[in-house]
């Protein structure tokens, strides 16, 4: 059976933030359960994927982990299409990561879709002895803000799982009200009888197998949900792979630019 038939969402979310906050340590951690002391600053983007089960239903979490440094600012950002939620991270032991939560809040708006979802996020909640960043100060502009809020540790895994969960749940609830919303209502006549139009009896089957008709001149080409959504995966596990290459590229252009130039020794 194909991955892609083993979830019945596929939600993209992005982690943002400054560098050393633990970003890519709380994406390690809920995806692998794994830390890494001697985690080094991520180059471009890198992506992991985990599913969780919401209200009977299989969400599968598709999470970016985005570069906090500035020299990837402008790569960054094409990441934030097609983004449905973000984690919002700051270090509570190192106050300017939080005073730089506004900036990232503004960038995100600008780039990401306007209804994304957005959760603050106290990380580093292990260095209490450290704290910089009270927590009824975070939380009070989160709700200044319209943000959710919650402090974890990649260190321990304290309440990262219930970030992930969280943010993924309140995802799948818009999007299952969305979808209800958007449903038609009942077919009624302009006069006469009303006539409800009942389900066919196959209704669940064509919905398992989310198939879709596109009609091209005297050609009919059905694609199913499960290929688009495989499709979907490669496609941004390449432009993935091609956006940390530029990344990597533009270091190394920088160091041969720095690098000094030795002329060869002159004749006398």
């Not at 927590?135 to 974890?152: P, R, V």
């Amino acid at each position: 059976m194909a991955e892609a038939s083993n979830y019945d969402y596929l939600f993209k979310v992005v982690l943002i933030g400054d560098s050393g906050v633990g970003k890519s340590n709380l994406l390690s951690r809920f995806t692998r359960n794994e830390f890494n002391l001697d985690s080094k600053s991520t180059i471009g983007v890198e992506f992991a994927t985990r599913s969780i089960n919401v209200d009977g239903k299989t969400v599968k979490a598709q999470i970016w982990d985005t570069a906090g440094q500035e020299r990837y600012r402008a790569i960054t950002s094409a990441y934030y299409r097609g983004a449905v939620g973000a984690l919002l991270v700051y270090d509570i032991a190192k106050h300017s990561t939080y005073t730089n939560v506004t900036r990232w809040l503004k960038e995100l708006r600008d780039h990401a879709d306007s209804n994304i979802v957005i959760m603050l996020v106290g990380n580093k909640s292990d260095l209490k002895h450290l704290r910089a960043v009270p927590t009824d100060e975070a939380k009070a502009f989160s709700a200044d803000n319209g943000l959710s809020f919650i402090e974890t540790s990649a260190l321990d895994g304290g309440n990262v799982e219930a970030a992930f969960q969280n943010i993924l749940t309140d995802i799948y609830r818009i999007v299952s009200n969305k979808a209800l919303e958007a449903a038609p209502d009942v077919i009624k006549p302009s006069g006469g009888e009303s006539i409800t139009i009942a389900p066919s009896s196959n209704t669940n089957a064509n919905e398992k197998s989310g198939l879709i008709a596109l009609g091209i001149d005297s050609f009919e080409l059905h694609l199913t949900l499960e290929r688009q959504l495989q499709i979907r995966d490669l496609f941004d596990s390449i432009q993935c792979h091609y956006l940390s290459i530029i990344a990597r590229t533009s270091i190394w252009r920088l160091r041969l630019s720095a690098t000094p130039r030795i002329s060869p020794p002159q004749r006398l």
